[in-house]
Protein backbone atom coordinates (compact mmCIF):
# COMPACT_ATOMS: atom_id res chain seq x y z
CA UNK A 1 0.00 0.00 0.00
CA UNK A 2 1.10 3.52 -0.52
CA UNK A 3 1.58 5.46 2.65
CA UNK A 4 0.42 9.30 2.66
CA UNK A 5 1.94 11.22 5.38
CA UNK A 6 1.16 14.92 6.20
CA UNK A 7 2.48 17.32 7.88
CA UNK A 8 2.19 18.78 10.19
CA UNK A 9 -0.58 16.91 12.18
CA UNK A 10 -1.71 20.40 13.99
CA UNK A 11 -1.40 23.94 12.97
CA UNK A 12 -2.46 26.91 14.73
CA UNK A 13 -2.94 29.72 12.42
CA UNK A 14 -4.67 33.13 12.51
CA UNK A 15 -7.80 34.84 10.01
CA UNK A 16 -5.69 36.00 6.91
CA UNK A 17 -2.84 33.75 7.66
CA UNK A 18 -1.36 31.64 4.42
CA UNK A 19 -1.09 27.92 5.12
CA UNK A 20 0.41 25.12 3.80
CA UNK A 21 -0.08 21.81 4.45
CA UNK A 22 2.14 19.24 2.80
CA UNK A 23 1.77 15.52 1.66
CA UNK A 24 4.44 13.18 1.14
CA UNK A 25 3.68 9.56 -0.64
CA UNK A 26 5.84 6.75 0.04
CA UNK A 27 6.37 5.87 -3.74
CA UNK A 28 5.36 8.07 -6.50
CA UNK A 29 2.03 8.36 -7.51
CA UNK A 30 2.26 11.51 -10.62
CA UNK A 31 -0.74 13.75 -9.73
CA UNK A 32 -3.16 11.86 -8.58
CA UNK A 33 -3.69 13.39 -5.33
CA UNK A 34 -6.80 14.63 -3.99
CA UNK A 35 -7.38 17.04 -0.53
CA UNK A 36 -10.63 17.48 1.49
CA UNK A 37 -11.95 19.54 4.13
CA UNK A 38 -13.43 17.66 6.55
CA UNK A 39 -15.25 19.91 9.55
CA UNK A 40 -16.72 17.76 12.84
CA UNK A 41 -19.21 15.98 12.51
CA UNK A 42 -19.69 16.57 8.89
CA UNK A 43 -18.55 14.53 5.73
CA UNK A 44 -15.35 15.41 4.19
CA UNK A 45 -15.58 17.89 1.32
CA UNK A 46 -13.95 17.79 -2.35
CA UNK A 47 -12.03 20.64 -2.59
CA UNK A 48 -9.02 19.37 -5.25
CA UNK A 49 -8.11 16.73 -7.95
CA UNK A 50 -5.02 15.88 -9.77
CA UNK A 51 -3.02 17.75 -7.85
CA UNK A 52 -3.73 21.42 -8.41
CA UNK A 53 -6.73 21.25 -10.27
CA UNK A 54 -9.69 23.05 -8.14
CA UNK A 55 -13.22 21.64 -7.92
CA UNK A 56 -15.73 23.85 -8.87
CA UNK A 57 -16.88 26.39 -6.20
CA UNK A 58 -14.10 25.94 -3.60
CA UNK A 59 -13.03 29.32 -3.72
CA UNK A 60 -10.03 30.56 -5.30
CA UNK A 61 -7.51 31.13 -1.94
CA UNK A 62 -7.17 27.34 -2.15
CA UNK A 63 -4.57 25.92 -4.44
CA UNK A 64 -2.95 22.46 -4.85
CA UNK A 65 0.95 22.06 -6.22
CA UNK A 66 3.57 18.95 -6.53
CA UNK A 67 3.77 16.04 -8.38
CA UNK A 68 5.74 12.51 -7.46
CA UNK A 69 6.04 12.16 -3.66
CA UNK A 70 5.68 15.84 -2.70
CA UNK A 71 2.43 17.93 -2.63
CA UNK A 72 0.96 20.74 -0.65
CA UNK A 73 -2.10 22.55 -0.04
CA UNK A 74 -2.16 26.31 0.56
CA UNK A 75 -5.15 28.49 1.85
CA UNK A 76 -3.60 31.56 0.57
CA UNK A 77 -5.61 34.38 3.35
CA UNK A 78 -7.53 31.71 6.13
CA UNK A 79 -10.93 32.92 6.89
CA UNK A 80 -12.78 31.32 9.62
CA UNK A 81 -14.81 29.50 7.49
CA UNK A 82 -11.43 27.16 6.76
CA UNK A 83 -10.66 26.11 10.31
CA UNK A 84 -11.28 22.32 10.17
CA UNK A 85 -9.53 19.59 9.38
CA UNK A 86 -7.58 18.97 5.59
CA UNK A 87 -6.52 15.09 4.21
CA UNK A 88 -4.92 14.38 1.03
CA UNK A 89 -5.60 11.16 -0.94
CA UNK A 90 -3.52 9.17 -3.11
CA UNK A 91 -5.41 7.52 -6.43
CA UNK A 92 -2.25 6.66 -8.51
CA UNK A 93 -3.05 2.75 -7.11
CA UNK A 94 -5.03 0.53 -5.30
CA UNK A 95 -5.92 0.54 -2.62
CA UNK A 96 -6.82 4.24 -2.37
CA UNK A 97 -5.28 5.78 0.85
CA UNK A 98 -5.59 8.89 2.77
CA UNK A 99 -3.18 10.64 4.52
CA UNK A 100 -3.90 10.75 8.90
CA UNK A 101 -5.16 14.70 8.57
CA UNK A 102 -4.12 18.09 9.45
CA UNK A 103 -6.10 19.99 11.54
CA UNK A 104 -6.21 23.82 10.96
CA UNK A 105 -6.89 25.65 14.53
CA UNK A 106 -7.34 29.25 15.85
CA UNK A 107 -4.22 30.32 16.95
CA UNK B 1 -28.00 17.67 -7.66
CA UNK B 2 -27.45 14.31 -6.43
CA UNK B 3 -27.67 13.12 -2.75
CA UNK B 4 -26.08 9.86 -0.62
CA UNK B 5 -27.96 9.36 2.25
CA UNK B 6 -26.59 6.15 4.43
CA UNK B 7 -29.00 4.34 6.67
CA UNK B 8 -28.58 1.53 9.18
CA UNK B 9 -28.55 0.33 12.75
CA UNK B 10 -26.46 1.81 14.83
CA UNK B 11 -25.39 -0.65 16.62
CA UNK B 12 -24.16 -4.57 16.33
CA UNK B 13 -22.90 -7.03 18.12
CA UNK B 14 -19.09 -8.64 17.94
CA UNK B 15 -19.07 -11.77 15.15
CA UNK B 16 -22.55 -10.35 13.62
CA UNK B 17 -22.96 -8.98 10.34
CA UNK B 18 -22.64 -5.16 9.58
CA UNK B 19 -25.30 -3.87 6.80
CA UNK B 20 -25.54 -0.44 5.41
CA UNK B 21 -27.65 0.77 2.50
CA UNK B 22 -27.00 4.38 0.41
CA UNK B 23 -30.11 5.82 -1.30
CA UNK B 24 -29.03 7.85 -4.18
CA UNK B 25 -31.25 10.46 -5.12
CA UNK B 26 -31.22 13.13 -7.53
CA UNK B 27 -29.39 10.90 -9.96
CA UNK B 28 -29.19 7.32 -11.45
CA UNK B 29 -27.05 5.17 -9.36
CA UNK B 30 -25.69 3.62 -12.87
CA UNK B 31 -24.60 7.05 -13.88
CA UNK B 32 -21.66 6.59 -11.55
CA UNK B 33 -19.47 4.38 -9.19
CA UNK B 34 -19.69 4.01 -5.65
CA UNK B 35 -17.45 3.48 -3.07
CA UNK B 36 -17.93 3.07 0.67
CA UNK B 37 -15.29 4.68 3.07
CA UNK B 38 -15.20 4.84 7.23
CA UNK B 39 -13.83 6.58 9.94
CA UNK B 40 -13.20 5.46 13.33
CA UNK B 41 -14.02 8.11 16.01
CA UNK B 42 -10.91 10.65 16.43
CA UNK B 43 -9.32 8.76 13.48
CA UNK B 44 -8.36 9.41 9.70
CA UNK B 45 -10.38 7.97 6.64
CA UNK B 46 -10.32 4.50 5.23
CA UNK B 47 -11.36 3.44 2.04
CA UNK B 48 -13.53 -0.10 1.97
CA UNK B 49 -13.89 -0.67 -1.32
CA UNK B 50 -15.75 0.22 -4.85
CA UNK B 51 -18.19 -0.86 -7.43
CA UNK B 52 -18.14 -0.38 -10.98
CA UNK B 53 -19.01 -1.08 -14.52
CA UNK B 54 -22.07 -3.31 -13.99
CA UNK B 55 -21.35 -4.92 -10.78
CA UNK B 56 -17.41 -5.61 -10.43
CA UNK B 57 -16.58 -4.96 -7.04
CA UNK B 58 -12.75 -4.11 -5.18
CA UNK B 59 -11.90 -4.05 -1.71
CA UNK B 60 -9.10 -2.54 0.49
CA UNK B 61 -7.26 -5.96 0.88
CA UNK B 62 -7.02 -5.82 4.70
CA UNK B 63 -10.98 -6.14 4.44
CA UNK B 64 -11.91 -8.39 1.57
CA UNK B 65 -12.73 -11.69 2.89
CA UNK B 66 -15.12 -9.78 5.25
CA UNK B 67 -16.76 -7.23 2.83
CA UNK B 68 -19.15 -7.16 -0.11
CA UNK B 69 -20.65 -4.13 -1.76
CA UNK B 70 -23.72 -4.61 -3.92
CA UNK B 71 -26.20 -2.31 -6.23
CA UNK B 72 -30.24 -2.42 -6.19
CA UNK B 73 -30.84 -0.36 -9.33
CA UNK B 74 -34.48 -0.57 -8.91
CA UNK B 75 -34.32 0.88 -5.24
CA UNK B 76 -30.80 3.35 -6.53
CA UNK B 77 -29.26 2.05 -3.23
CA UNK B 78 -25.99 0.70 -2.99
CA UNK B 79 -24.90 -1.71 0.14
CA UNK B 80 -22.14 -2.67 2.35
CA UNK B 81 -21.93 -5.83 4.33
CA UNK B 82 -18.97 -6.42 6.45
CA UNK B 83 -19.27 -9.87 8.42
CA UNK B 84 -17.44 -10.75 11.54
CA UNK B 85 -17.09 -7.31 13.01
CA UNK B 86 -15.77 -6.38 16.34
CA UNK B 87 -14.91 -3.18 17.90
CA UNK B 88 -11.87 -2.14 15.51
CA UNK B 89 -15.25 -1.78 13.18
CA UNK B 90 -16.75 1.03 14.47
CA UNK B 91 -16.66 3.81 12.72
CA UNK B 92 -18.71 6.57 11.21
CA UNK B 93 -19.10 4.80 7.60
CA UNK B 94 -19.79 7.13 4.58
CA UNK B 95 -20.44 6.12 0.71
CA UNK B 96 -19.09 8.46 -2.03
CA UNK B 97 -19.24 8.77 -5.50
CA UNK B 98 -16.20 8.44 -8.01
CA UNK B 99 -14.98 11.87 -8.95
CA UNK B 100 -15.63 11.99 -13.21
CA UNK B 101 -12.07 11.22 -13.79
CA UNK B 102 -10.82 9.80 -11.94
CA UNK B 103 -11.09 7.74 -8.26
CA UNK B 104 -10.96 10.40 -6.56
CA UNK B 105 -14.57 11.15 -4.58
CA UNK B 106 -16.75 14.38 -5.14
CA UNK B 107 -19.67 14.01 -3.43
CA UNK B 108 -20.12 12.28 -0.13
CA UNK B 109 -23.55 10.97 2.45
CA UNK B 110 -23.48 12.64 5.09
CA UNK B 111 -22.48 9.48 6.94
CA UNK B 112 -23.44 7.12 9.77
CA UNK B 113 -22.22 5.63 12.89
CA UNK B 114 -21.97 2.18 13.70
CA UNK B 115 -20.84 0.84 17.06
CA UNK B 116 -19.81 -2.83 17.83
CA UNK B 117 -20.91 -3.73 21.10
CA UNK B 118 -22.14 -6.24 23.05
Known amino acids: DIQMTQSPSTLSASVGDRVTITCRAS??????LAWYQQKPGKAPKFLIY???DLESGVPSRFSGSGSGTEFSLTISSLQPDDFATYYC?????????FGQGTKVEIK | QVQLQESGPGLVKPSETLSLTCTVSGGSITSSYWSWIRQPPGKGLEWIGSMFDSGSTFYNPSLTSRVAIFVDTSKNQVSLRVSSVTAADTAVYYC????????????WGQGTLVTVSS
Open chain 1, 89 to 97: QQYNSFPWT
Open chain 1, 27 to 32: QSISSW
Open chain 1, 50 to 52: QAS
Open chain 2, 96 to 107: ARRGVTSWFFDN
